[in-house]
Nanobody, 129 residues
Framework: QLQLVESGGGLVQPGGSLRLSCAAS????????IGWFRQAPGKEREGFSC????????KYLDSVKGRFTISRDNAKNTVYLQMNSLKPEDTALYYC??????????????????????WGKGTLVTVSG
């Protein structure tokens, strides 16, 4: 079964940190660019960070820039999201998503929902204190 599984969410106080993981099973992430998305209650799902299949391209929305760090370990078939200085407005269900990046698409970095091949089911991050 082809799937992405997020983990690492939880309840944290403002200013705290969490590290999310996105693990693939049934396929290798070597050929996929990965995006992180989140959806807060009553809001649309938004992409806020992405990483190309070899990690050469990384993008962040301004709202998380300087606080979040995306990385990948293809040997472990896993992508990570280190979140520091968390704020209450970061509270959301966090999803990772994979977008296949074929030959010539080394710079693909999915920060929109268009073209996504696989979605995880999400992990909940609650920032409150």
């Amino acid at each position: 079964q082809l799937q992405l599984v997020e983990s690492g969410g939880g309840l944290v106080q403002p200013g705290g940190s969490l590290r999310l993981s996105c693990a693939a099973s049934g396929f290798t992430l070597d050929y996929y660019a990965i995006g992180w998305f989140r959806q807060a209650p009553g809001k649309e799902r938004e992409g806020f960070s992405c990483i190309s299949k070899r990690g050469s391209v990384i993008k962040y929305l301004d709202s998380v820039k300087g606080r979040f760090t995306i990385s990948r370990d293809n040997a472990k078939n896993t992508v990570y999201l280190q979140m520091n200085s968390l704020k209450p407005e970061d509270t959301a269900l966090y999803y990772c998503a994979a977008d296949r990046a074929g030959p010539g698409f080394d710079t693909l970095c999915p920060i929109s929902t268009y073209g996504i091949d696989y979605w995880g089911k999400g992990t909940l991050v609650t920032v409150s204190g």
